[in-house]
């Protein structure tokens, strides 16, 4: 291993360990697959299980990223929440913020450069957005009881916003 690729990787275990010292439930990820010197195997198809955060009772979150220069966020507070973002491409953008319970809350973006936000605040909501193109902008704030919504951009540079509010 060469001494910058070494620096890098004990940097990024110091920064790593500092995030899960704050303890927020927020789940971040970017995207690895032009990293090869941070596998110790060589294999960048294999999952990389970095550590189990702490989630809420009853949470599920799940980021699945395949490309390059992908973001995506997920936060959680309550109960019975589900996340799920995918993303398939490059330079993508994608948050999900649930607060309350029994919210579900899906993002699936493919292609180059989509942004997608979800934001729900109460119980049983459900909300999803789909991209499949490039360039497109979506997003659903849902603040509120029983409340659902779905979005689905297909081709080029798209634009919608979602507000439901009680």
């Not at 550590?51 to 599920?60: C, D, E, F, S, Y």
């Given at each position: 291993?060469?001494?910058?690729?070494?620096?890098?990787?004990?940097?990024?275990?110091?920064?790593?360990?500092?995030?899960?010292?704050?303890?927020?439930?927020?789940?971040?990820?970017?995207?690895?697959?032009?990293?090869?010197?941070?596998?110790?195997?060589?294999?960048?198809?294999?999952?990389?299980?970095?550590?189990?955060?702490?989630?809420?009772?009853?949470?599920?979150?799940?980021?699945?990223?395949?490309?390059q220069g992908?973001?995506?966020?997920?936060?959680?507070?309550?109960?019975?929440?589900?996340?799920q973002i995918?993303?398939?491409?490059?330079?993508?953008?994608?948050?999900?913020?649930?607060?309350?319970?029994?919210?579900?809350?899906?993002?699936?973006?493919?292609g180059y450069?989509?942004?997608?936000?979800?934001?729900?605040?109460?119980?049983?909501?459900?909300?999803?957005?789909?991209?499949?193109?490039?360039?497109?902008?979506?997003?659903?704030?849902?603040?509120?009881?029983?409340?659902?919504?779905?979005?689905?951009?297909?081709?080029?540079?798209?634009?919608?916003?979602?507000?439901?509010?009680?």
């Open positions: 291993m060469q001494y910058p690729a070494l620096v890098s990787r004990l940097i990024a275990r110091l920064l790593f360990g500092l995030l899960l010292s704050v303890g927020s439930s927020l789940l971040m990820a970017d995207d690895l697959m032009d990293n090869g010197d941070l596998s110790n195997t060589g294999d960048l198809d294999e999952p990389i299980v970095i550590a189990r955060l702490a989630m809420p009772k009853g949470a599920q979150a799940t980021i699945n990223q395949n490309g992908n973001r995506a966020g997920l936060k959680q507070n309550g109960t019975a929440l589900i996340g995918v993303q398939n491409g490059s330079n993508q953008e994608a948050y999900i913020l649930q607060e309350g319970s029994n919210d579900i809350a899906f993002i699936y973006q493919t450069g989509n942004q997608a936000e979800i934001i729900q605040r109460g119980y049983d909501n459900r909300a999803q957005i789909s991209q499949n193109g490039n360039q497109n902008n979506a997003r659903i704030e849902q603040i509120g009881n029983g409340l659902g919504a779905s979005v689905s951009q297909v081709g080029n540079g798209m634009r919608v916003e979602v507000r439901q509010r009680q």
